[in-house]
């Protein structure tokens, strides 16, 4: 398997990871709690969740570099647990990629290979193939220290994938960029998953990355995976309030669910979902583009007034205040033709019912 000439050669099979229950602590601080996952050999997958939620540590217990307290890593059902990270052959990108700075470009890329003794022709050539893959075939005579961070960033990738790995795992991976060299490099990525057919389980915490990125989000908070969907899943239907509001905007309406109806802090009825369980008090959201403040309302509602708003480029953001105080934000897009409502119209906000989700929790 190792010796195998092409980095687009895996067979599809293979690259399935299963994490039972893990769980890690570090003194009496729990870092990941009961993570149980299951990715498809081929899956892009992203860990994603705010700063300490435990991402970095449930990457480091797939790649070898922590033990877990309890629980199991399979890799192709194969338990590795406790296999130390060489044996495991997994590509990993760290949170602060260190590309050793005394190597050259190829140098880099081809340390993984000389670290498992193939002969000069095969990492050459090797060497060679990859670097052509991700673009960087020009520079492959430079220092780390010569190249823009998005150049060393691909450095990097072509490092992890150059033994022809099942499993790339990578940390963070454009966290140190700005804006525009992300959004780049995450199309790079996207399309190099599309052409290598690895299994990428991706860390970040940038919701659009995310979403943009993946065929699933598992959603991290304090240890846990709060969610585990497809990003449409993880942004219309978001399982509890923590994934509503860490994901997207959203305006949360504190409702009481009676008799099968849905009613605001005002009493008024709400457009929501049909629900049929027990009477009690529930938060509805529902993501500021789906609310609409219409000025001669039909339907269910609630009443007040615009109350600011807010030119953000291609959309209006119009601030709404209830007849009893709520707060909510409506996201308009800026097409010619439409006329928005201007500050202190009285109007109606609704929605569609099926835009909004009711959380119980
Ligand atoms: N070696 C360690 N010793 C003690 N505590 C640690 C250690 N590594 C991580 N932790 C703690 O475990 C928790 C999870 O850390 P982790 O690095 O996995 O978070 P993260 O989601 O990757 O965060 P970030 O987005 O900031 O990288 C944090 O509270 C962190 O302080
Ligand atoms: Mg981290």
Redesign the pocket.
């Known amino acids: 398997m190792l010796m195998k000439a092409t980095v687009s050669g895996s067979d599809m099979k293979t690259g399935g990871i299963a994490l039972h229950n893990l769980q890690k602590r570090?003194?009496s601080?729990i870092?990941?709690d009961d993570v149980s996952l299951s990715v498809s050999p081929g899956e892009f997958i992203s860990l994603l969740?705010?700063?300490?939620?435990?991402?970095?540590?449930?990457l480091?217990m797939i790649a070898g570099f922590e033990l877990p307290d309890s629980g199991q890593v399979l890799l192709d059902e194969k338990d590795i647990t406790r296999l130390p990270p060489h044996r495991r052959e997994l590509g990993v990108i760290f949170?602060n990629y260190a590309l050793f700075p005394h190597m050259t470009v190829a140098e880099n890329v081809a340390y993984p290979l000389r670290m498992r003794r193939l002969a000069k022709a095969e990492i050459e050539s090797r060497v060679r193939r990859i670097l052509d893959q991700v673009h960087l075939s020009v520079l492959a005579s430079r220092y780390p220290h010569q190249m823009s961070g998005g150049q060393q960033q691909r450095v990097a990738i072509a490092r992890a994938l150059v033994f022809d790995p099942p499993v790339l795992l990578l940390?963070?991976p454009l966290g140190a960029l700005d804006k525009k060299l992300r959004e780049h490099l995450r199309n790079e990525i996207k399309t190099l998953h599309r052409e290598v057919g690895k299994t990428m389980i991706y860390?970040t915490?940038d919701q659009d990355e995310a979403l943009a990125m993946s065929d699933r989000v598992a959603v991290?908070h304090e240890?846990r995976i709060r969610q585990i969907s497809a990003p449409k899943d993880i942004y219309r239907r978001p399982a509890d309030l923590f994934v509503a509001g860490f994901v997207g905007e959203v305006n949360l309406v504190p409702v009481k669910l009676k008799s099968g109806m849905v009613h605001g802090p005002g009493g008024e009825n709400l457009p929501a979902p049909a629900w049929h369980d027990a009477d009690r008090d529930a938060t509805l959201c529902v993501r500021p583009e789906h609310l609409h403040l219409e000025t001669s309302p039909a339907g269910f509602g609630i009443r007040g007034r615009i109350s600011g708003m807010t030119f953000v480029g291609d959309a209006t953001i119009l601030e709404f205040r209830s007849e009893t105080g709520l707060q909510l934000l409506s996201k308009v897009l800026n097409v010619s033709a439409k006329t928005i409502p201007e500050v202190g119209d009285p109007c109606v906000a609704s929605w569609a019912a099926n835009d909004a989700t009711i959380l119980t929790e």
């Open positions: 570090y003194g601080a870092a990941v969740g705010p700063s300490g939620s435990g991402k970095t540590t449930t480091m949170q940390d963070e860390v915490h991290m240890g």
